[in-house]
């Protein structure tokens, strides 16, 4: 089994920055893929940014290098650093594990007002 806990969401205004952390805990593999996902309220959930456990990244287009996902492989820590933050990045952030299993983390609520 593999934990995640999400952290880092809050409130931020448009333009601001928000940097959210998940830390893995459990019986994590070795090759794996972890990422970030979002859900705004009545859509569905949607791919942020991917990264596996060699280190190569994968974002969604609508991002446009707004934000940028990375890991520390020695504290089985991702990251997100959301830069330029706009109101309809207001979502719950999730994080998610994939190996043999996909496992997901409860959430942090990001709200980015104007």
């Known amino acids: 089994q593999v934990q995640l806990v999400e952290s880092g969401g809050g409130l931020a205004q448009a333009g601001g920055s928000l940097r959210l952390s998940c830390v893995a805990s459990g019986s994590i593999p070795s090759f794996n893929i972890m990422g970030w996902y979002r859900q705004a309220p009545g859509k569905q959930r949607e791919s942020v940014a991917v990264i596996s456990s060699g280190g190569e990244t994968n974002y969604a287009d609508f991002l446009k290098g707004r934000f940028t996902i990375s890991r520390d492989s020695a504290k089985n820590t991702v990251y997100l650093q959301m830069n330029s933050l706009k109101p309809e990045d207001t979502a719950v952030y999730y994080c998610?594990?994939?190996?043999?299993?996909?496992?997901w983390g409860q959430g942090t609520q990001v709200t980015v007002s104007l």
């Open positions: 998610q594990l994939t190996s043999y299993h996909t496992y």
